[in-house]
């Protein structure tokens, strides 16, 4: 008979709707593999909280400091312990110090093609507006590994949807968002099971 290995911890550090967030969660609700165990939030308004109580996933609300202390956040990391971090619209820099305690074990999805329309201060609708205004044909999803540069780890897929000349900044990341609603759930469990 074939032994059940442990559930994985995926936490989700998040903030803003939480649309993304949710995708994972439901989509690894019944899984044998992995589950979202905890949501980090850096804003007390998000809508990722209300998603996280919706589902009964503990959030946990930190600021500044717990993010940037060595004994703060990254002891409770290690103490679920996370298997996975996945970065779904968090808009603060991991530090170094988690970047290199969770070496290769953290995602991120970005709303374009990078290594275009990235950087700090490139998120949300300021990419889609950025992307309009060049005149971009084409725009997408990035899903990376988040090394200690921001938006610059390998790349582990993309995925692209064309710029039609009446799109806006809104009509453009709704279609953006349904690729990342398609795709970051199915490349995170794949990269969970190429990681085993
Ligand atoms: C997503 O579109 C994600 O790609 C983006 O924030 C949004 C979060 O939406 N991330 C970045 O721009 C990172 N630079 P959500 O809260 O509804 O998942």
Same mark, same amino acid.
């Given at each position: 008979m074939k032994e059940d290995r442990p559930l994985k911890h995926i936490v989700i550090f998040a903030s803003g709707a939480g649309t993304n967030a949710e995708k994972i969660i439901t989509h690894f *609700?019944?899984? *044998?593999?992995?589950?979202?165990s905890l949501i980090v939030c850096n804003n007390p308004e998000a809508g990722v909280i209300a998603v996280a109580s919706r589902h009964g996933i503990p959030v946990d609300l930190i600021d500044r400091n717990r993010l940037i202390d060595p004994s703060g956040l990254a002891n409770t990391l290690l103490r679920i312990p996370a298997d996975l971090i996945v970065l779904a619209g968090f808009l603060w820099k991991v530090p170094d110090h988690l970047v290199r305690l969770f070496q290769g074990k953290i995602l991120n999805i970005h709303p374009a093609l990078l290594p275009k329309y990235g950087g700090i201060g490139m998120f949300g609708s300021r990419v889609h507006e950025a992307v309009v205004r060049a005149g971009e044909k084409l725009t997408g999803i990035t899903v990376h590994l988040v090394n200690e540069q921001y938006d610059e780890g390998p790349s582990l897929l993309q995925r692209t949807v064309a710029v039609d000349p009446d799109d806006s900044p809104k009509s453009l990341a709704l279609k953006v968002q349904k690729l990342e609603h398609e795709w970051y759930p199915r490349v995170i469990e794949q990269f969970l099971k190429n990681n085993p």
């Amino acid at each position: 008979m074939k032994e059940d290995r442990p559930l994985k911890h995926i936490v989700i550090f998040a903030s803003g709707a939480g649309t993304n967030a949710e995708k994972i969660i439901t989509h690894f *609700r019944d899984s *044998r593999m992995a589950k979202v165990s905890l949501i980090v939030c850096n804003n007390p308004e998000a809508g990722v909280i209300a998603v996280a109580s919706r589902h009964g996933i503990p959030v946990d609300l930190i600021d500044r400091n717990r993010l940037i202390d060595p004994s703060g956040l990254a002891n409770t990391l290690l103490r679920i312990p996370a298997d996975l971090i996945v970065l779904a619209g968090f808009l603060w820099k991991v530090p170094d110090h988690l970047v290199r305690l969770f070496q290769g074990k953290i995602l991120n999805i970005h709303p374009a093609l990078l290594p275009k329309y990235g950087g700090i201060g490139m998120f949300g609708s300021r990419v889609h507006e950025a992307v309009v205004r060049a005149g971009e044909k084409l725009t997408g999803i990035t899903v990376h590994l988040v090394n200690e540069q921001y938006d610059e780890g390998p790349s582990l897929l993309q995925r692209t949807v064309a710029v039609d000349p009446d799109d806006s900044p809104k009509s453009l990341a709704l279609k953006v968002q349904k690729l990342e609603h398609e795709w970051y759930p199915r490349v995170i469990e794949q990269f969970l099971k190429n990681n085993p």
